[in-house]
């Protein structure tokens, strides 16, 4: 399919630490080390959403405890306050929410600067169409698959609506544009979120609550694989 001739080749699986124990991080890490690509590390204010998680000292950490590249997703009021913070720390990718930033491309240039990737999340309620122009300035679009703030909610397939958007934009105008999606991501919707053109996944429940956490990213892996060759 055409909308896919800008997707990135490799695909990125990437376990949500809210699923975790938040006591074991580094195991967590280390569970999975070998297995995916990315931690993601969700940032919650209980502002933007209602919840309060993980902030720069775990991060800080985090960083130190392993080499698997951090990608930080801010759900956080103000970030241009906060987010540039994450890349000094070392944070592979920083994504913060296109509702929450009054000048999105600015942070993006100011995220990269600093050295890491520039990511920008739309949530459950919100047109990507709005941003489809802004994403030559961004390495990473997230959609929410869920409404963001909290784990274990079930995947949304209408969501899959806004991959497709995204990837034929990207396409069009020859992006190389991680497209990550973030919710209900399981060994039974994550084949479809491929084959719309997704190519970067986030799972919690599904890698952590499984026996063997690398296992299951790896069997992940593979469902993703075989949905995007399919679909080429």
């Given at each position: ?86 890349a ?11 509702e ?40 990473t ?32 105008g ?59």
């Amino acid at each position: 399919m055409a909308q896919f001739q800008a997707a990135q080749a490799d695909t990125v699986i990437a376990p949500s630490l809210l699923a975790a124990d938040f006591a074991r991080l580094a195991e967590a890490a280390d569970a999975v080390e070998g297995a995916v690509d990315w931690l993601h590390v969700d940032v919650m204010d209980n502002h933007f959403v209602p919840n309060l998680t993980l902030g720069p000292p775990i991060v800080k950490s985090l960083k130190a405890a392993t080499d698997i590249p951090l990608d930080c997703h801010l759900m956080i009021e103000d970030p241009a306050r906060w987010a540039v913070g994450y890349a000094e720390l070392g944070a592979y990718n920083v994504t913060f929410h296109a509702e929450a930033s009054d000048d999105p491309v600015a942070l993006a240039k100011d995220l990269r600067a600093a050295g890491s990737k520039a990511g920008l999340a739309i949530d459950r309620d919100t047109a990507v169409e709005d941003y489809l122009d802004l994403l030559p300035e961004f390495d990473t679009l997230l959609i929410m698959t869920i409404k963001a703030g909290f784990g274990g909610q079930q995947f949304l397939p209408a969501m899959l609506d806004k991959v497709r958007a995204a990837r034929t934009h990207a396409a069009a105008g020859h992006l190389e544009l991680r497209i990550e999606v973030d919710g209900g991501i399981a060994d039974d919707t994550i084949a479809a979120a491929a084959e719309a053109g997704a190519d970067a996944f986030v799972a919690g429940t599904a890698v952590y609550g499984a026996a063997d956490p690398a296992d299951a990213a790896r069997r992940l892996r593979a469902r993703a694989d075989a949905a995007r060759s399919s679909s080429l």
